[in-house]
T-cell receptor, first 112, second 117 residues
Framework: GNSVTQMEGPVTLSEEAFLTINCTYT??????LFWYVQYPGEGLQLLLK?????DKGSNKGFEATYRKETTSFHLEKGSVQVSDSAVYFC???????????FGGGTRVLVKP | GAVVSQHPSWVICKSGTSVKIECRSL??????MFWYRQFPKQSLMLMAT?????????EQGVEKDKFLINHASLTLSTLTVTSAHPEDSSFYIC?????????????FGSGTRLTVV
C-alpha cells in the first residue's frame, strides 16, 4: 500500500535560518503529493502540491519538487520566521477521489 | 477558495452521552468527505470515507456503530460519537473533496476537540 515517511521533529531553528523537511513516499502509479501545515488547535491548511514528476510546488516562500527517481518531496524554505512555527505534514493521494496518506508530521519551532 | 466550516470547535460532554460534529462545505459541493482522528502530537488517522447519499466506508478497527457518519447532502456531513467515553477524547477533523476532483483538492475543517469527562 501507499506510505509516507517524513523526518521526525521537533526541528528547532533560529529566525532567518534555512529549513528542510525530508519526505519520501512509497506508492503505485503516479500519486499527487502535498504538504499541509497545522497551527496549534487548528485543522490542516494546504501549503503546496505537485501532481506529476518534476513539478515544483511553491507557496509563501516554501518549495518542494516532486522527484520520482528518488520518490521524494522535500520541503524547503530559505528564511523562516517565527510565524512558521507549526506542524508540517507530507501526504499523497493515489488517484482522484482517493484518500490521503499522511506522514507522521514534523513539528517546527522557530525562535526569534 | 474552498472553505469547510466545522462545528463545534470544542465540546465537553459527560460519559455515555452522544456528540454530533458538523462539517459544511460553504462554496463548493463536497462529493466525498473524510473523517480523521488525531491524538496529541500524532498524525491524522483516517476513520471513514463517505460519499453523498451512500453509506460510509470505515477503516479497519473503527467501530461504525460508535462513530455514525451521515452525508445526506453535498454540503453537509456529520459525525456522531455515540455513548462517548473518556478514551474517545481526541481532535476530530473533516476533509472534503469537491465534485471536480482536483479543482480544490482536499479542504480541511478547523477541527473539533472532544473531551469526555
Amino acid at each position: 500500500g501507499n506510505s509516507v515517511t517524513q523526518m521526525e521533529g521537533p526541528v528547532t531553528l533560529s529566525e532567518e535560518a534555512f529549513l528542510t523537511i525530508n519526505c519520501t513516499y512509497t506508492a503505485t502509479g503516479y500519486p499527487s503529493l502535498f504538504w499541509y501545515v497545522q497551527y496549534p488547535g487548528e485543522g490542516l491548511q494546504l501549503l503546496l502540491k505537485a501532481t506529476k514528476a518534476d513539478d515544483k510546488g511553491s507557496n509563501k516562500g516554501f518549495e518542494a519538487t516532486y522527484r520520482k527517481e528518488t520518490t521524494s518531496f522535500h520541503l524547503e524554505k530559505g528564511s523562516v520566521q517565527v510565524s512558521d512555527s507549526a506542524v508540517y505534514f507530507c501526504a499523497l493521494s493515489g488517484a482522484a477521489g482517493n484518500k490521503l496518506t499522511f506522514g507522521g508530521g514534523t513539528r517546527v519551532l522557530v525562535k526569534p | 477558495g474552498a472553505v469547510v466550516s466545522q462545528h463545534p470547535s470544542w465540546v465537553i460532554c459527560k460519559s455515555g452521552t452522544s456528540v454530533k460534529i458538523e462539517c459544511r462545505s460553504l462554496d463548493f459541493q463536497a462529493t466525498t468527505m473524510f473523517w480523521y482522528r488525531q491524538f496529541p502530537k500524532q498524525s491524522l488517522m483516517l476513520m471513514a470515507t463517505s460519499n453523498e447519499g451512500s453509506k460510509a466506508t470505515y477503516e479497519q478497527g473503527v467501530e461504525k456503530d460508535k462513530f455514525l457518519i451521515n452525508h445526506a447532502s453535498l454540503t453537509l456531513s456529520t459525525l456522531t460519537v455515540t455513548s462517548a467515553h473518556p478514551e474517545d477524547s481526541s481532535f476530530y477533523i473533516c476533509s472534503a473533496r469537491d465534485e471536480f476532483g482536483d479543482l480544490y483538492g482536499y479542504t480541511f475543517g478547523s477541527g473539533t476537540r472532544l473531551t469526555v469527562v
